[in-house]
Each structure stands twice: as C-alpha cells, then as structure tokens.
C-alpha cells in the first residue's frame, strides 16, 4: 500500500471500552481507514507491566478487539492483531533498550506518575522500559503517524530520538514517526464529577458510560448525571462543566455542531436535554454492543481473525527486524 501507515493501540485493560474510548479514539480509527494503512494493536505486553489476572487479560484482549470490530475496523483496510502474537515487538524493544540512555528513559514523566502511583514494591524494569516497548511498535511498521494524546507526547519524542539515533549509528533503517492530531478527538467527561475525563478507573460507576452497558442502564446514567442549579442549556465548561459535557457527547455522537444544539435546546429543561441524548447515545452504541456480544459468542471465530492480522503484522515485522538484526551484526 502507498497509503501513510498510521500505528495506534489500545490496552486490554477492561472487558468494556467506555464513551470516551470510543468517542475519543476509536471513531477516528474507523476513519482514518479511508485514507491511512492503518496497524491496531491490542498491546497486551504493555498490559503486564502492572499486575494483571491471566484470565481476566485473556478475556479483555478478546473483548477489546471485539469492540474495535463491531465499531467498524475493517480487517480489508486495516491491520488489526494483539501484540504478543507478533513476537517481533519484544525483539525490537530489546535492541532499542541498548541504545536508550537510562537517564532518558528516567525523564519520563509518565513512569514517574506510574511509579508514584503504584508503589515501590509495584514499579518494575518492564513499567520502566514501557516507552522503549512503544517505540518498538511503531518503528517495526515503518509508521508515517501516530495519533497521541498529550499524556504519551513524551514518549513520541522518545521514538523519534531513537529512530533517528539508530539510523546514524547504523544507516538508515527505520522512518521517524510524527504526532498526528486527529480531526476528530473528542474530549469525554465523567457524568458525575464533570471537571474529570472519563476514564474506566471513575470513582463512581455511574459516572462512566461503557459500550457493553444495557440500554437501560446507559439511560438511567444520563438521567442521574450532574447539572448545575441554573436552567439554561448553554456551552460553558468553566461555570458548567456537566452541560457542556453533555453537550460536547451529544455533538461528537451525532456530528452537529454545539451552537445547533443551543439553538436546539433554548428554552427547554435539563431533562429533555438527558432524556434525548440517552437515546442518541444508545442508538449510536447499541449496534456495536450487540455485534461485540455476537463476536464474542464464537471466541474461536474471533481467535481466527486475530490470528489472519498477527500473520500480515508478523509479516511486515519481520521485514524490519531482519534488517535491523542485519545492522547491527547478528
Ligand atoms: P482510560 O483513561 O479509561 O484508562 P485509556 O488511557 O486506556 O483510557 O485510553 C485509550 C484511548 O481512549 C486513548 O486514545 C485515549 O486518548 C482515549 N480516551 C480515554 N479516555 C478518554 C476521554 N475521556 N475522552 C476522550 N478520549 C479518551
Ligand atoms: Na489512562
């Protein structure tokens, strides 16, 4: 394909993705199908790097790449396989990881938040080396973009660092990567606490929209969801984070514009607001709920799938790490 390769991935960290997941990410995956080669990776060997139920990561790594099939990932125009299945990625990582400076990979903020976070006795070599298994995954498929959020725009940079490194020490080998800043890229807030980004460890659970949710149980989440005591329906995150949010859901889900919907909205209740846009949402999510549920019927059917995109990653893998091995004398 002459197309730019595009490399995104997504950790199999829960049985369902959530509103923002998809709002924020997974639509854009589906179109930039359009234009782009794409490469989606359920990146499972990063998923270990905290502790992790073997059961519990077999299931989501199934789940997860079920919801990115029923939300319109096309196994014709997409590569769609979970990483340890292409063993080149750790391979890579390994080489990388010897021309990483340890005082580099120290500045990285994330592994610092992490490792704060998680504690001493809970922060490994492999939280440590995280960013150089990332730069692995994106350098293995000669990747032009990668669509990032600000929380892994360090970790680009690192990639581009090493990238061009290695091709100075050895010749060049592996295309530097740049950010892209997706068209679409939505901003999803909790429910009930408005002020945070929605994110599957939400304090409370009514506050989190999940794909997998029943209808009725999305409905009752954006019945309960937080306001504020005035009555206007008007875009304001500052002063009113809870309509704004739900303002900016309903306008990404059905691709209008804000202003229409004020101009939609003027006038009329909190509830009508609600009441409407649970049932935009549920329209939207229900047909990739009920695909995901049917996928996840035949796991071996699935296993199939997963298998033909590990084989066609495996294969353009493979082509890099050759000449990377090639380079450096093995
Ligand atoms: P979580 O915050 O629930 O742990 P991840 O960090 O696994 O989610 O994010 C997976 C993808 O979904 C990333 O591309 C991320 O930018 C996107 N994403 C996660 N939460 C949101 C959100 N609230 N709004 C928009 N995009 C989000
Ligand atoms: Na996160």
């Known amino acids: 394909s002459s197309r730019p390769v595009v490399f995104s991935g ?19 995956w589906v179109a930039l199908q359009d234009d782009y080669d794409p490469i989606y990776c359920v990146v499972d060997l990063h998923a270990i790097t905290v502790a992790q139920d073997p059961a519990a990561l077999r299931a989501n790594v199934r789940a997860t790449a079920a919801q990115y099939l029923a939300a319109g990932v096309d196994l ?32 990285m903020t994330q592994f610092k938040d992490k490792s704060a976070r998680h504690g001493a006795d809970a922060t490994t070599v492999g939280l440590f080396t995280y960013p150089v298994l990332m730069a692995a995954d994106i ?20 990639t581009r660092d090493l990238a061009g490194r290695f091709n100075s020490r050895y010749g060049d080998t ?34 989190l929209v999940n794909l997998l949710d029943e209808p009725s149980v999305t409905a009752k989440k954006f019945k309960s969801a937080v306001t504020d005591t005035e009555r206007e329906i008007r875009f304001d995150p500052e002063t009113k984070p809870g309509i704004s949010n739900l303002l900016g859901i309903y306008a990404a889900i059905s691709r209008r514009s804000i202003a ?19 049932e935009v949402v549920v329209e939207a ?6 695909r995901t549920l049917e996928l996840l ?34």
Do not use: C
């Open 260 to 278: 229409s919907l004020e101009g939609e909205y003027a006038g009329r209740g909190y509830g009508d607001l609600k009441k409407d846009l649970a």
């Open 297 to 330: 019927q035949d796991p071996a059917e699935l296993d199939r799938l997963l298998a033909v995109g590990a084989q066609k990653a495996t294969e353009r893998a493979e082509r890099t790490l050759a000449l990377v091995y090639d380079r450096v004398g093995f």
């Open 76 to 107: 014709e125009r997409s590569t769609l396989f979970v990483q340890s299945h292409v063993p080149a990625h750790a391979e890579l990582a390994w080489v990388l990881s010897t021309i990483t400076g340890f005082g580099e990979a120290s500045r």
């Open 174 to 207: 592996f295309t530097v990567p740049e950010a892209m800043i997706p068209a679409q890229s939505a901003r999803i807030y909790d429910l009930q606490e408005p002020t945070a980004k929605m994110s599957k460890s939400a304090a409370s659970p009514a506050g």
């Open 285 to 290: 999510v229900s047909p990739i709920r009920t």
């Open 10 to 28: 997504m950790q199999p960290s829960s049985d369902s993705l959530h509103l923002g997941n998809y709002l924020g990410a997974l639509v854009n």
């Open 139 to 158: 350098l293995l498929y000669g990747t032009h973009l990668v669509p990032v959020g600000d929380d892994q725009r360090q970790h680009l940079e690192l």
